[in-house]
């Protein structure tokens, strides 16, 4: 008989609703207590000196990017990502550069990035995607060379680790979100770590109408809060957040065993010295070698109870928002990936048994 199996486990526990509802019922809705607890508790989960919560992953790009873009100012971004990656660099008045990927990590090309440095050239935002930390020590090394900064978008790694540190702890802005099918989930809501003390007082600002006494503002700013109730769903999942993950790895090693073997397949390849954080599990799928394509496999498996997911159709400089601003401009790579590419699920509900029976399933897609 067929499953029901979700890409993604988005189920509260009774402690996480107990303490939502224990906020609801102090009638301390807004931006509070918790939050400033969540902060200081996920500040030291990761290991960073500073965290500052917002209203969305997006929110903490943005914020991120508003601190320190000028007009026009380039911000490198690989064009294999989520839409805000780029267009949060768009909404602080810059402009994004988009790079190529690496074919197997799907992480951003600095080869690609290199060639792409003017005197304009601000920011790099290598996106840890799908779980898959970057190579930290080598962008590092990139951007000093260059002098611009790093803002790590961190939406899908919550876990990840590089050389045994969580990506969290890597100046100058790690940015998570924690939307609903992140490794952590709270509704709407994001937050940026940060070892710079001045640049997290502006972002402390930023968030609340650039504010920095009562109805006295010296910055601009939006209203980008979270609220104690989400934050406080937080701080009940950060408590878990290692046990997730370890069930997570643990999914993700069955399926590379169970699909090492079917022709066609080829997972996303790991960044050696790090601990991927498994938000996705991304293959391409070759058609000619697996018999089909990505999407009659997502079909098929679909008609199996599997829901996969394709992240991402198109690569960003294939948007029609960014053609139309920026003209038409071709990067092999992600385009290739985005053609092949298929996410199955990975996450912290799946059983072994579930994940065996995504691997058959797969192997039967093949057959079909
Ligand atoms: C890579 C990446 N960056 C940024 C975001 C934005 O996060 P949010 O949806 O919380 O605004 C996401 C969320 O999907 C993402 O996957």
Redesign the pocket.
Known sequence: MNRKINIAEIKLTEEEIEAAVRVLRSGSLRQGKECAAFEEEFAKKVGTKYAITCS??????HLAYMSFLEPCDEVLVPSF??I??ASMVCMAGGKPIFCDVDSETFLIDLKDAEKKITPRTKAIAP?H?FGNPCDIDQIKAFAKKYGVIIVW?A??AHGATYKGKDIGSFDEFV?Y???P??NMFVG???IVCTNNLEFAEKLHYMRTHGQTDKYYHTILGLNYRMTDVEAAIGREMLKRLDSMLHIRRRNAALLTEGLAEIPGITPQKLTPNTEHAWHQYGVLVDPEEFGCDKDTLLQRLQEKGIASGIAYPRGLHQQPVFKKMYGKQQLPVSEHIATRVLNLPVHHGLSVSDVEYIVDAVKECRRY
């Open positions: 969305s992953g997006s929110a903490a790009l990502s989520f805000a990656t996106v995607l978008d939406a899908q940015c979100s924690f939307y099918t992140k709407e809501g994001g």
